[in-house]
């Protein structure tokens, strides 16, 4: 099945004429969250290290008539960071850069556990401080999106240290929602459930793939315009009185029975 493109049939408040920042913007998820901000009326600033594919993406979303830049960006390097966001400042922060390593916990390595921390809790915390400091500083609020995921909710084996590291990110969007309300600023989690992109369509074509869909109550992955909903309303104004949340678009994965 072929990836959902972003095309929203509506205009939904309060992201028109907003800056916003997403992160891992170079493919999958992020590109797809860009494009459908980008097509909201927000000017996107794409972040990612690839900015080969960033460029791509953002001759695409300017030939739509939308209004967007490139930021070389490694959220796990705090310098990199802290350089990269200097100086800016965003309505609208998504934070989707992430990274996953497949073993059991006994053969994770510590290289491989700290780089996956780094990168989905290190990484998202250090840009969602330094935005929310922009933020702050401006007098204007925002809202801040963590991209976790249903595996910050629940466990599943050959994956300790990615789902240590959404858990981690759903504790800290808790929080930084409590902390930063006083500055107008609204922080939330998105955990999608398995979402079919260009990385994983193989691996649900095969047999083991096609068991693990069969255990979702839905019976099928999501596609990416699956969680076009749930963002739009954590960065909209409809969205206004929810900070500190989880919400979750998994097709009923997270309820099922043990």
């Known amino acids: 099945m072929a990836q959902d493109q972003a095309g929203p049939a509506m205009r939904w408040p309060g992201i028109a004429g907003r800056q916003a920042l997403v992160t891992g913007a170079s493919s999958g998820l992020g590109a ?59 309505d609208i922060v998504v934070n ?39 933020m702050a500083d401006a007098g204007r609020g925002g809202t801040i999106v963590n991209v976790a995921s249903i595996l910050g909710l629940r466990v599943a084996g050959m994956l300790a240290a990615y789902a240590a590291s959404k858990a981690g990110l759903v504790q800290a969007t808790r929080v930084m929602a409590q902390e930063w309300a006083r500055h107008g600023i609204r922080v939330n989690s998105l955990c999608p459930g398995y979402i079919e992109t260009d990385i994983n369509r193989d691996f649900f074509a095969t047999e083991a793939g096609q068991a693990l869909i069969r255990r979702v109550p839905q019976r099928r992955l999501g596609q990416p315009s699956d969680l076009d909903g749930p963002l739009l309303l954590l960065v909209s104004d409809l969205g206004g009185f929810m900070t500190g949340t989880e919400v ?3 097709g009923g994965h997270l309820v099922t029975s043990i």
Do not use: K
Not at 106 to 132: K, M, P, W
């Open 32 to 90: 797809h969250f860009a494009r459908l901000l980008a097509a909201q009326g927000a000017a996107v600033t794409l972040a990612a290290r690839r900015t080969d594919r960033l460029q791509a993406l953002a001759d695409e979303i300017a030939a739509a008539g939308g209004q967007v830049d490139c930021l070389a960006l490694d959220v796990a390097d705090p310098a990199s960071v802290a350089a990269g966001l200097e100086g800016r400042c965003h």
């Open 96 to 134: 989707n850069a992430g990274v996953t390593a497949t073993a059991r916990a006994l053969d994770h390595d510590a290289a491989t556990f700290a780089r996956v921390i780094d990168t989905n809790l290190n990484g998202a915390f250090d840009v969602a401080r330094h935005c929310a400091r922009a």
């Open 248 to 250: 979750v678009a998994d």
